[in-house]
């Protein structure tokens, strides 16, 4: 069976986004615009986003109006984003809008993504739904030198040190990069 993943870079203090969804202060760090491809999770099929990272990268990167981008950095992925929105969707590009609970959907999102990963890029609130059901297998961050006064918090959630153990920590280029496998309760 395929893992879930949530990979996403965070600010020093555990921001996702500043107050207005963006994700400006990330790209502001050197080094920021050619990420480490090692940093990405492989072999994903899916990727899960919630409606404000979904917009963001929308108009950021202009994919409503090169929808040839997202072939290029989404090529054979399917995206489910969370939304009560009718949100726009690239020319070409597989994107599901699901409303509801991750549990109500997660049996297509893992029929979709079959022996491939399932990678959750955020936000917070949507990565609190998959723990809460139990099914985040990595926890993966990029801790990129920035602080914000506020925003969208990583995980607005309480989870104990007993149900994360940490596999990796390293720094690369301007980021320290963490993972921490999910230990599911019994």
């Given amino acids: 069976m395929s893992e879930i993943i949530f990979d996403a870079a965070v600010t020093l203090n555990g921001f996702l986004a500043d107050e207005n969804h963006s994700l400006k202060w990330l790209f502001e760090v050197p080094g920021a615009q050619e990420p480490d491809p090692d940093l990405l999770p492989k072999n994903v099929g899916v990727h899960v986003e919630g409606a404000n990272t979904y917009l963001w990268m929308l108009e950021n990167e202009q994919l409503i109006e090169h929808p040839e981008k997202w072939q290029e950095y989404y090529p054979g992925v399917t995206t489910f984003v969370f939304t009560s929105r009718n949100l726009p969707v690239p020319q070409g590009a597989d994107v599901r809008m699901v409303s509801g609970s991750v549990e109500e959907n997660l049996p297509e999102i893992r029929d979709v993504a079959g022996d491939k990963n ?5 936000g ?6 998959f723990f809460d059901i139990d099914v985040i297998d990595t926890l993966a961050m990029t801790v990129a030198p920035a602080v914000l006064s506020g925003g ?7 989870i104990g040190s ?8 390293r720094q690369a280029g301007p980021f320290a990069r963490l993972v921490y496998r999910v230990k599911h309760q019994q």
């Fill in 118 to 122: 399932i990678w959750v890029l955020g």
């Fill in 162 to 169: 007993e149900r994360l153990a940490l596999t990796e920590a």
């Fill in 152 to 158: 969208a918090a990583l995980l607005p959630r309480n």
């Fill in 124 to 129: 917070g609130e949507l990565l609190g739904q």
